[in-house]
Protein backbone atom coordinates (compact mmCIF):
# COMPACT_ATOMS: atom_id res chain seq x y z
CA UNK A 1 0.00 0.00 0.00
CA UNK A 2 1.33 3.55 -1.01
CA UNK A 3 1.90 6.30 1.86
CA UNK A 4 -1.11 7.60 1.09
CA UNK A 5 -3.02 4.35 1.21
CA UNK A 6 -2.05 4.25 5.09
CA UNK A 7 -2.77 8.18 6.08
CA UNK A 8 -5.96 7.20 4.35
CA UNK A 9 -7.39 4.57 6.67
CA UNK A 10 -8.44 6.29 10.08
CA UNK A 11 -9.92 9.24 8.21
CA UNK A 12 -12.14 6.26 6.20
CA UNK A 13 -12.78 4.28 9.57
CA UNK A 14 -13.92 7.68 11.31
CA UNK A 15 -16.02 8.69 8.36
CA UNK A 16 -18.03 5.28 8.66
CA UNK A 17 -17.90 5.18 12.26
CA UNK A 18 -18.69 8.20 13.95
CA UNK A 19 -22.50 8.36 12.37
CA UNK A 20 -23.37 5.09 13.16
CA UNK A 21 -22.07 5.02 16.49
CA UNK A 22 -25.07 7.18 17.21
CA UNK A 23 -27.42 3.99 16.95
CA UNK A 24 -24.87 2.30 19.42
CA UNK A 25 -25.00 4.83 22.01
CA UNK A 26 -28.47 5.34 21.77
CA UNK A 27 -28.51 1.63 22.80
CA UNK A 28 -26.44 1.73 25.42
CA UNK A 29 -27.78 4.23 27.29
CA UNK A 30 -31.51 3.53 25.93
CA UNK A 31 -32.73 2.43 29.73
CA UNK A 32 -31.34 6.16 30.66
CA UNK A 33 -33.05 7.98 27.75
CA UNK A 34 -36.49 6.30 28.59
CA UNK A 35 -36.51 6.61 32.07
CA UNK A 36 -35.15 10.76 31.70
CA UNK A 37 -37.74 11.33 29.11
CA UNK A 38 -40.20 8.83 30.08
CA UNK A 39 -40.11 7.22 26.66
CA UNK A 40 -41.89 3.84 25.29
CA UNK A 41 -39.72 1.09 23.48
CA UNK A 42 -41.76 2.07 20.24
CA UNK A 43 -40.33 6.17 20.47
CA UNK A 44 -37.19 4.34 21.72
CA UNK A 45 -37.07 3.05 18.00
CA UNK A 46 -37.78 5.89 16.58
CA UNK A 47 -34.43 7.62 17.06
CA UNK A 48 -32.53 5.13 15.16
CA UNK A 49 -35.28 5.40 12.42
CA UNK A 50 -34.94 9.14 12.31
CA UNK A 51 -31.00 8.72 11.57
CA UNK A 52 -31.79 6.57 8.53
CA UNK A 53 -35.05 8.00 7.54
CA UNK A 54 -33.25 11.13 7.11
CA UNK A 55 -30.12 9.67 5.46
CA UNK A 56 -32.31 6.91 3.15
CA UNK A 57 -33.72 10.03 1.67
CA UNK A 58 -30.90 11.86 0.97
CA UNK A 59 -29.42 9.19 -0.47
CA UNK A 60 -31.52 9.79 -3.60
CA UNK A 61 -29.18 12.69 -4.17
CA UNK A 62 -25.84 12.00 -2.56
CA UNK A 63 -24.18 9.73 -4.54
CA UNK A 64 -24.39 11.93 -7.37
CA UNK A 65 -23.81 15.16 -4.99
CA UNK A 66 -20.49 13.31 -3.66
CA UNK A 67 -19.40 12.67 -7.27
CA UNK A 68 -20.07 16.50 -7.92
CA UNK A 69 -18.00 17.98 -5.43
CA UNK A 70 -14.93 15.04 -4.69
CA UNK A 71 -14.45 12.48 -1.49
CA UNK A 72 -12.68 15.23 0.21
CA UNK A 73 -15.27 18.32 0.36
CA UNK A 74 -17.79 15.38 1.33
CA UNK A 75 -15.54 13.96 3.94
CA UNK A 76 -15.37 17.50 5.25
CA UNK A 77 -19.56 17.76 5.55
CA UNK A 78 -19.87 14.74 6.71
CA UNK A 79 -17.55 15.23 9.99
CA UNK A 80 -19.20 19.01 10.35
CA UNK A 81 -22.67 17.73 10.92
CA UNK A 82 -21.32 15.05 12.64
CA UNK A 83 -20.10 17.73 15.35
CA UNK A 84 -22.88 19.40 15.36
CA UNK A 85 -25.01 16.45 16.12
CA UNK A 86 -23.11 14.70 18.99
CA UNK A 87 -23.43 18.25 20.55
CA UNK A 88 -26.95 18.91 20.60
CA UNK A 89 -27.31 15.39 20.97
CA UNK A 90 -25.76 15.38 24.26
CA UNK A 91 -27.54 18.45 25.15
CA UNK A 92 -31.11 18.03 24.49
CA UNK A 93 -33.27 18.73 27.06
CA UNK A 94 -36.66 16.82 25.43
CA UNK A 95 -37.28 14.58 22.71
CA UNK A 96 -37.63 16.78 19.90
CA UNK A 97 -33.83 17.92 20.52
CA UNK A 98 -32.75 14.03 20.02
CA UNK A 99 -34.73 13.85 17.26
CA UNK A 100 -33.20 16.80 15.74
CA UNK A 101 -29.59 15.49 16.75
CA UNK A 102 -30.96 11.90 14.97
CA UNK A 103 -31.70 14.01 11.49
CA UNK A 104 -28.07 15.86 11.61
CA UNK A 105 -26.36 12.66 12.02
CA UNK A 106 -28.53 10.94 8.89
CA UNK A 107 -27.12 13.54 7.05
CA UNK A 108 -23.79 12.16 7.86
CA UNK A 109 -24.69 8.67 7.23
CA UNK A 110 -25.82 9.68 3.94
CA UNK A 111 -22.87 11.06 2.83
CA UNK A 112 -20.29 8.06 4.21
CA UNK A 113 -20.48 5.11 1.84
CA UNK A 114 -20.66 7.24 -1.47
CA UNK A 115 -17.76 9.83 0.10
CA UNK A 116 -15.43 6.72 1.32
CA UNK A 117 -15.89 4.20 -2.07
CA UNK A 118 -14.76 7.34 -4.04
CA UNK A 119 -11.92 8.08 -1.61
CA UNK A 120 -10.82 4.64 -2.15
CA UNK A 121 -10.98 3.88 -6.11
CA UNK A 122 -9.60 8.11 -6.32
CA UNK A 123 -6.57 7.00 -4.30
CA UNK A 124 -5.96 3.59 -4.10
CA UNK A 125 -5.01 1.00 -6.71
CA UNK A 126 -7.49 -1.79 -7.70
CA UNK A 127 -5.55 -4.68 -5.77
CA UNK A 128 -5.78 -2.88 -2.89
CA UNK A 129 -9.90 -1.56 -2.78
CA UNK A 130 -11.33 -4.77 -1.62
CA UNK A 131 -9.02 -4.55 1.63
CA UNK A 132 -9.53 -1.23 2.22
CA UNK A 133 -13.61 -1.23 1.79
CA UNK A 134 -13.25 -3.91 4.63
CA UNK A 135 -11.34 -1.95 7.12
CA UNK A 136 -13.69 1.25 6.52
CA UNK A 137 -16.86 -1.16 6.90
CA UNK A 138 -15.54 -2.72 9.96
CA UNK A 139 -15.46 0.91 11.28
CA UNK A 140 -19.11 1.03 11.87
CA UNK A 141 -19.00 -2.28 14.19
CA UNK A 142 -15.48 -0.67 15.81
CA UNK A 143 -17.83 2.36 16.61
CA UNK A 144 -20.07 -0.57 18.73
CA UNK A 145 -17.44 -2.28 20.32
CA UNK A 146 -15.49 1.53 21.57
CA UNK A 147 -19.17 2.70 22.32
CA UNK A 148 -20.03 -0.71 24.64
CA UNK A 149 -17.01 -0.31 26.14
CA UNK A 150 -16.33 3.06 26.90
CA UNK A 151 -20.12 3.92 27.79
CA UNK A 152 -20.58 2.18 31.29
CA UNK A 153 -17.18 4.18 32.61
CA UNK A 154 -18.55 7.23 30.76
CA UNK A 155 -21.85 7.04 32.84
CA UNK A 156 -20.11 6.63 35.97
CA UNK A 157 -18.17 9.05 35.85
CA UNK A 158 -20.30 11.97 34.07
CA UNK A 159 -23.52 10.30 33.39
CA UNK A 160 -25.31 8.92 30.22
CA UNK A 161 -25.24 12.59 28.34
CA UNK A 162 -21.21 11.86 28.38
CA UNK A 163 -21.53 9.10 25.92
CA UNK A 164 -23.46 10.70 23.49
CA UNK A 165 -21.06 14.01 23.73
CA UNK A 166 -17.81 11.56 23.47
CA UNK A 167 -18.14 11.88 19.44
CA UNK A 168 -17.69 15.48 19.49
CA UNK A 169 -13.70 15.84 19.76
CA UNK A 170 -13.33 12.47 17.42
CA UNK A 171 -15.03 14.72 14.76
CA UNK A 172 -13.35 17.35 14.75
CA UNK A 173 -10.13 15.01 15.22
CA UNK A 174 -10.91 13.61 11.58
CA UNK A 175 -11.93 17.12 10.21
CA UNK A 176 -8.47 18.05 10.37
CA UNK A 177 -7.13 14.84 9.50
CA UNK A 178 -9.46 15.63 6.71
CA UNK A 179 -7.33 18.51 5.54
CA UNK A 180 -4.06 17.33 6.34
CA UNK A 181 -4.59 13.68 4.23
CA UNK A 182 -7.11 13.66 1.54
CA UNK A 183 -6.71 15.57 -1.36
CA UNK A 184 -8.46 17.76 -3.42
CA UNK A 185 -9.67 16.61 -7.11
CA UNK A 186 -7.62 17.71 -9.50
CA UNK A 187 -9.83 17.42 -12.35
CA UNK A 188 -12.66 19.49 -13.11
CA UNK A 189 -16.32 17.87 -11.54
CA UNK A 190 -18.73 16.44 -13.76
CA UNK A 191 -22.24 17.65 -13.87
CA UNK A 192 -24.84 17.35 -11.24
CA UNK A 193 -28.42 16.53 -11.53
CA UNK A 194 -31.22 16.86 -8.88
CA UNK A 195 -33.38 13.92 -10.33
CA UNK A 196 -32.89 11.15 -7.82
CA UNK A 197 -30.38 8.08 -9.10
CA UNK A 198 -32.71 5.11 -10.16
CA UNK A 199 -30.99 1.32 -9.43
CA UNK A 200 -31.33 -0.91 -12.20
CA UNK A 201 -32.48 -4.67 -11.56
CA UNK A 202 -29.07 -6.22 -10.15
CA UNK A 203 -28.86 -3.07 -7.72
CA UNK A 204 -32.44 -3.48 -6.78
CA UNK A 205 -32.28 -6.74 -5.50
CA UNK A 206 -29.15 -6.22 -3.58
CA UNK A 207 -31.06 -3.17 -1.94
CA UNK A 208 -34.11 -4.91 -1.02
CA UNK A 209 -31.82 -7.86 0.60
CA UNK A 210 -29.87 -5.31 2.30
CA UNK A 211 -33.28 -3.62 3.46
CA UNK A 212 -34.58 -6.92 5.27
CA UNK A 213 -31.02 -7.29 6.71
CA UNK A 214 -31.19 -3.82 7.97
CA UNK A 215 -34.25 -4.15 9.67
CA UNK A 216 -32.88 -7.17 11.90
CA UNK A 217 -29.72 -5.45 12.85
CA UNK A 218 -31.52 -2.30 13.83
CA UNK A 219 -33.32 -4.54 16.07
CA UNK A 220 -31.00 -6.23 17.66
CA UNK A 221 -28.63 -3.40 17.99
CA UNK A 222 -31.79 -1.20 19.65
CA UNK A 223 -33.28 -3.77 21.76
CA UNK A 224 -30.48 -6.51 22.85
CA UNK A 225 -29.59 -4.83 25.91
CA UNK A 226 -33.23 -3.43 27.09
CA UNK A 227 -34.07 -7.14 26.19
CA UNK A 228 -31.03 -8.27 28.50
CA UNK A 229 -32.09 -5.76 31.69
CA UNK A 230 -35.60 -6.21 31.45
CA UNK A 231 -36.18 -9.45 30.85
CA UNK A 232 -33.28 -11.36 31.78
CA UNK A 233 -31.84 -8.78 34.85
CA UNK A 234 -28.43 -7.93 33.64
CA UNK A 235 -26.74 -4.68 34.81
CA UNK A 236 -26.60 -2.29 33.09
CA UNK A 237 -22.36 -1.81 32.71
CA UNK A 238 -23.23 -6.19 31.58
CA UNK A 239 -26.04 -4.86 28.83
CA UNK A 240 -23.37 -2.27 27.33
CA UNK A 241 -20.80 -4.88 27.35
CA UNK A 242 -23.28 -6.72 24.72
CA UNK A 243 -22.75 -3.92 22.43
CA UNK A 244 -18.86 -4.29 22.79
CA UNK A 245 -19.43 -7.87 21.79
CA UNK A 246 -21.86 -7.67 19.04
CA UNK A 247 -19.16 -4.48 17.37
CA UNK A 248 -15.71 -6.84 18.21
CA UNK A 249 -17.94 -9.30 16.01
CA UNK A 250 -18.81 -7.10 13.32
CA UNK A 251 -15.49 -5.58 13.02
CA UNK A 252 -14.19 -9.47 12.70
CA UNK A 253 -16.61 -10.11 10.27
CA UNK A 254 -16.66 -7.17 8.34
CA UNK A 255 -12.82 -7.59 7.61
CA UNK A 256 -12.74 -11.45 7.09
CA UNK A 257 -15.72 -11.82 4.99
CA UNK A 258 -14.44 -8.65 2.68
CA UNK A 259 -11.29 -10.54 2.51
CA UNK A 260 -13.28 -13.88 1.27
CA UNK A 261 -15.05 -12.34 -0.75
CA UNK A 262 -12.42 -10.85 -3.38
CA UNK A 263 -11.24 -14.31 -3.52
CA UNK A 264 -14.98 -15.02 -5.16
CA UNK A 265 -16.13 -15.02 -8.92
CA UNK A 266 -20.02 -15.37 -7.27
CA UNK A 267 -20.52 -13.32 -3.98
CA UNK A 268 -24.30 -14.40 -3.63
CA UNK A 269 -23.41 -17.88 -2.60
CA UNK A 270 -21.82 -16.29 0.39
CA UNK A 271 -24.44 -13.97 1.29
CA UNK A 272 -27.11 -16.45 1.77
CA UNK A 273 -25.02 -18.37 3.56
CA UNK A 274 -24.39 -15.04 6.08
CA UNK A 275 -28.59 -14.83 5.95
CA UNK A 276 -28.97 -18.05 6.99
CA UNK A 277 -26.27 -17.68 9.69
CA UNK A 278 -28.14 -14.57 11.23
CA UNK A 279 -31.75 -16.43 11.21
CA UNK A 280 -30.46 -19.08 13.69
CA UNK A 281 -28.27 -15.97 15.78
CA UNK A 282 -31.55 -14.35 16.40
CA UNK A 283 -33.66 -17.54 16.96
CA UNK A 284 -30.80 -17.97 20.05
CA UNK A 285 -31.62 -14.40 21.12
CA UNK A 286 -35.48 -15.65 20.83
CA UNK A 287 -34.38 -18.73 23.08
CA UNK A 288 -32.37 -16.74 25.83
CA UNK A 289 -35.86 -16.44 28.05
CA UNK A 290 -35.60 -20.06 28.66
CA UNK A 291 -31.45 -20.84 28.23
CA UNK A 292 -30.08 -17.79 29.85
CA UNK A 293 -27.98 -14.87 29.02
CA UNK A 294 -25.34 -16.48 27.55
CA UNK A 295 -27.82 -17.59 24.45
CA UNK A 296 -28.21 -13.71 24.38
CA UNK A 297 -24.62 -13.22 24.10
CA UNK A 298 -24.17 -16.24 21.43
CA UNK A 299 -27.41 -14.83 19.42
CA UNK A 300 -25.89 -11.44 19.45
CA UNK A 301 -22.24 -12.16 18.29
CA UNK A 302 -23.67 -13.87 15.73
CA UNK A 303 -25.70 -11.56 14.02
CA UNK A 304 -22.51 -9.41 14.52
CA UNK A 305 -20.36 -12.33 12.76
CA UNK A 306 -23.08 -13.11 10.59
CA UNK A 307 -25.64 -9.86 9.26
CA UNK A 308 -23.38 -7.13 9.64
CA UNK A 309 -20.33 -8.95 7.54
CA UNK A 310 -22.74 -9.15 4.60
CA UNK A 311 -22.90 -5.80 4.15
CA UNK A 312 -19.40 -5.08 3.90
CA UNK A 313 -19.74 -8.16 1.01
CA UNK A 314 -21.74 -6.24 -1.02
CA UNK A 315 -19.45 -3.30 -0.67
CA UNK A 316 -16.72 -5.11 -2.10
CA UNK A 317 -19.08 -6.18 -5.15
CA UNK A 318 -19.67 -2.29 -6.31
CA UNK A 319 -16.59 -1.08 -5.77
CA UNK A 320 -14.82 -4.17 -8.01
CA UNK A 321 -17.06 -4.12 -10.96
CA UNK A 322 -19.61 -1.61 -12.64
CA UNK A 323 -22.58 -4.10 -12.65
CA UNK A 324 -24.63 -1.96 -10.31
CA UNK A 325 -24.01 0.91 -12.13
CA UNK A 326 -21.89 4.62 -11.40
CA UNK A 327 -19.69 4.00 -8.38
CA UNK A 328 -21.59 7.35 -6.52
CA UNK A 329 -24.74 6.47 -6.97
CA UNK A 330 -24.79 3.04 -6.80
CA UNK A 331 -22.72 3.23 -3.14
CA UNK A 332 -25.43 6.13 -2.35
CA UNK A 333 -28.39 3.55 -3.44
CA UNK A 334 -27.04 0.69 -1.87
CA UNK A 335 -26.69 2.51 1.09
CA UNK A 336 -30.68 3.46 1.11
CA UNK A 337 -31.22 -0.27 1.13
CA UNK A 338 -29.79 -0.65 4.63
CA UNK A 339 -31.27 2.44 5.91
CA UNK A 340 -34.55 1.74 4.96
CA UNK A 341 -34.08 -1.65 6.96
CA UNK A 342 -32.69 0.41 9.90
CA UNK A 343 -35.85 3.14 9.74
CA UNK A 344 -38.98 0.20 9.19
CA UNK A 345 -37.07 -2.10 11.70
CA UNK A 346 -37.16 -0.77 15.20
CA UNK A 347 -40.31 1.42 15.79
CA UNK A 348 -42.47 -1.67 14.62
CA UNK A 349 -40.76 -3.89 16.16
CA UNK A 350 -40.43 -2.23 19.31
CA UNK A 351 -43.84 -1.77 18.73
CA UNK A 352 -44.33 -5.71 18.78
CA UNK A 353 -42.24 -5.79 22.10
CA UNK A 354 -44.63 -3.43 23.77
CA UNK A 355 -47.68 -5.27 22.79
CA UNK A 356 -46.87 -9.14 22.86
CA UNK A 357 -43.68 -9.28 24.58
CA UNK A 358 -40.21 -9.88 23.16
CA UNK A 359 -40.63 -13.35 22.43
CA UNK A 360 -42.62 -12.34 19.17
CA UNK A 361 -40.43 -9.69 18.56
CA UNK A 362 -37.22 -11.83 17.90
CA UNK A 363 -39.00 -14.46 16.12
CA UNK A 364 -39.82 -11.90 13.69
CA UNK A 365 -36.28 -10.87 13.74
CA UNK A 366 -35.54 -14.58 12.87
CA UNK A 367 -37.88 -14.30 9.95
CA UNK A 368 -36.56 -11.35 8.14
CA UNK A 369 -33.53 -13.21 8.39
CA UNK A 370 -34.72 -15.95 6.47
CA UNK A 371 -36.41 -13.67 3.82
CA UNK A 372 -33.04 -12.65 3.07
CA UNK A 373 -31.95 -16.30 2.06
CA UNK A 374 -34.43 -16.15 -0.21
CA UNK A 375 -33.34 -12.61 -1.92
CA UNK A 376 -30.06 -14.16 -1.64
CA UNK A 377 -31.18 -16.89 -3.62
CA UNK A 378 -32.72 -14.07 -6.28
CA UNK A 379 -29.42 -12.02 -6.26
CA UNK A 380 -27.23 -15.47 -7.13
CA UNK A 381 -29.64 -15.63 -10.61
CA UNK A 382 -28.87 -12.16 -11.53
CA UNK A 383 -25.12 -12.48 -10.51
CA UNK A 384 -25.03 -15.84 -13.02
CA UNK A 385 -26.69 -14.15 -16.05
CA UNK A 386 -24.79 -10.49 -15.67
CA UNK A 387 -21.12 -10.39 -16.71
CA UNK A 388 -19.02 -8.14 -14.21
CA UNK A 389 -18.27 -4.50 -15.98
CA UNK A 390 -14.62 -4.05 -14.37
CA UNK A 391 -13.84 -0.27 -13.46
CA UNK A 392 -12.27 2.16 -15.95
CA UNK A 393 -8.74 2.14 -15.99
CA UNK A 394 -7.36 4.47 -12.73
CA UNK A 395 -6.06 8.01 -14.29
CA UNK A 396 -2.38 8.62 -14.11
CA UNK A 397 -0.76 10.12 -10.50
CA UNK A 398 2.56 11.97 -10.80
CA UNK A 399 5.68 10.30 -9.61
CA UNK A 400 8.93 11.81 -8.93
CA UNK A 401 11.48 11.92 -11.76
CA UNK A 402 14.55 9.31 -11.84
CA UNK A 403 17.74 10.02 -13.78
CA UNK A 404 17.86 7.30 -16.34
CA UNK A 405 20.70 6.32 -19.33
CA UNK A 406 20.39 8.59 -21.97
CA UNK A 407 19.57 6.13 -24.91
CA UNK A 408 18.76 7.55 -28.34
CA UNK A 409 15.25 7.89 -29.42
CA UNK A 410 14.08 5.93 -26.53
CA UNK A 411 12.18 8.17 -23.44
CA UNK A 412 10.72 7.43 -20.38
CA UNK A 413 7.51 7.98 -17.89
CA UNK A 414 6.21 6.71 -14.44
CA UNK A 415 3.32 6.69 -12.66
CA UNK A 416 0.68 4.52 -10.62
CA UNK A 417 -2.73 4.75 -11.88
CA UNK A 418 -5.75 5.30 -10.26
CA UNK A 419 -9.49 5.38 -10.86
CA UNK A 420 -11.65 8.72 -10.17
Not at 248 to 270: C, D, M, Y
Request: net charge positive.
Amino acid sequence: MRPRGRLLGPVLVLAMALPTSVLYSVGAVGAQITATFGLSRAALGALPAAVFGTAAVLSLWSGGLVDRIGARAALLGLFGVATAAFLLMGSATGYPGLIAAMVLSGVGQALSNPATNLAITENLAPAERAGAVGRKQAGVQLSALVVGLAAPLLTGLAGWRAVLLAGAPLALAALAGTVLRIPARPAPPPAFSWRPARPNRFLALLMVFLAVLGCGVSAVATFATLYGQERLHQPPGTSAALIAALGLAGVASRLLWSRHAATLVLLSPLLRRLAAGAAGSAALIWAAAGLGPVALWAGTIGVGATAVGANAVTMVLIVRDRRCGPLGPSSALLSLGFFAGFVAGPIPLGAIADTFGYGPAWLTVAALFLLAAVLAARVLRHERRTPPRPPHPPRPQPQPAQPQPAVAGVGWASGVSRER
